[in-house]
Each structure stands twice: as structure tokens, then as C-alpha cells.
């Protein structure tokens, strides 16, 4: 056994607070927990959902019939859907469960990242199917662009409330710049 990649092990497993033996890739899940996922993952929804509104807008006032313009938007607004739902579901796995006034305020978050999903999801599916009858991403965009700023007004109003509950019920507000107690 090379010294270097014992000191390496064990070094890793002082770090881990996990004996050499017992070292592997679910130890590691155990120690650190999927608690961690659903806060990575919510930033994708927020961003692509409001910057694929932006775009569909911007293609929409200027009446770009460029299909580069309309595509694009579509593609953003898609991955924005993607990402929605494998947020949403993330927090309903992995997410705390909270009690009293986070409770109601998970639930109204909770809620509301259903119903950003779901706009977002029919958004696409209306495109979708224009396109295939059609041929024309467009057919339907006076109803997408208000679904559309339907989802990204639900989007923003899911992060405010996820906000709240982190920095003001799960957070010690001193350790963010808050007051102090």
C-alpha cells in the first residue's frame, strides 16, 4: 500500500468522521444528507424562468419572426419547466418538514412551486402542440405570453416565500448580517 494514499484515506476519514472500514459513497450521503439538493437546484427554475419570459417578451413587443428568436425562447422556457419540476419534486422529497407559522409558509411555498410548474409545463405543452398542427411555434402566443408572466410572477412569489422560510425561521439571522437577538 503506497504511504501517500494511506495518509490520503485516512485523512479523509478523520474529515468524514467515518472509520476506513466503513468509507463509501453512502456513508458520505448519510453524513452530509439530500437536505442540501432542493437548495441547489431552485436557482435554475427562478433564473431560467424569468430570463425565458424576458426573451419570449422581447420577441413578442419587436415581432421577431426570426425562428432563431422563437426558438430560443421556447428552448429556455422549456428548461426552465425541467428544472421547475425537478425542483419541486426535490423539495417534496428532500426538503425539512417544518411545524407552525414555516409550516404554513412551506405549504404556501409548496403550493406555489406547484402552480409555477404546472404554467410553466402547459406554456410549453400549448407551443408544442402548434408546432406539430402548425408548424408554428407561435400559433398560440398572445395565451402563452400570459401563461408565460403567470409562471414567472408564481416563480418569484415560490423564492420569496423559500427565502423567508430559510432566513428567517432555519437560518440564525446573526449569521447573515440580521439583527442581532
Known amino acids: 500500500m503506497n504511504s501517500l ?13 467515518v472509520d476506513q472500514k466503513g468509507f463509501s459513497f453512502w456513508t458520505l450521503i448519510d453524513d452530509f444528507g439530500f437536505d442540501h439538493v432542493h437548495p441547489m437546484l431552485v436557482h435554475f427554475p427562478v433564473a431560467l424562468g424569468v430570463f425565458g419570459v424576458f426573451v419570449y417578451i422581447l420577441t413578442y413587443i419587436f415581432k421577431q419572426q426570426s425562428p432563431c428568436w422563437k426558438s ?12 421547475a419540476l425537478v425542483a419541486a419534486t426535490s423539495g417534496g422529497l428532500f426538503a425539512y418538514n417544518l411545524h407552525e407559522t414555516p409550516g404554513k409558509i412551506e405549504g404556501w411555498h409548496s403550493t406555489m412551486a406547484t402552480i409555477t410548474t404546472i404554467l410553466f409545463g402547459l406554456g410549453c405543452l400549448i407551443q408544442i402542440w402548434g408546432y ?4 408554428d411555434l407561435w400559433k398560440y402566443k398572445h395565451w ?8 414567472a410572477i408564481c416563480v418569484l ?24 437577538a
Open 5 to 17: 494514499n494511506y495518509v490520503n484515506d485516512v485523512f479523509l476519514a478523520e474529515l468524514l468522521n
Open 72 to 83: 430560443m425562447s421556447f428552448l429556455i422556457l422549456l428548461f426552465a419547466f425541467i428544472s
Open 132 to 135: 406539430y398542427k402548425w408548424r
Open 144 to 151: 402563452c405570453l400570459l401563461i408565460y408572466i403567470l409562471a
Open 157 to 180: 412569489i415560490t423564492a420569496f416565500l423559500g427565502s423567508g422560510m430559510v432566513f428567517n425561521f432555519l437560518v440564525n439571522p446573526t449569521m447573515v448580517g440580521g439583527p442581532s
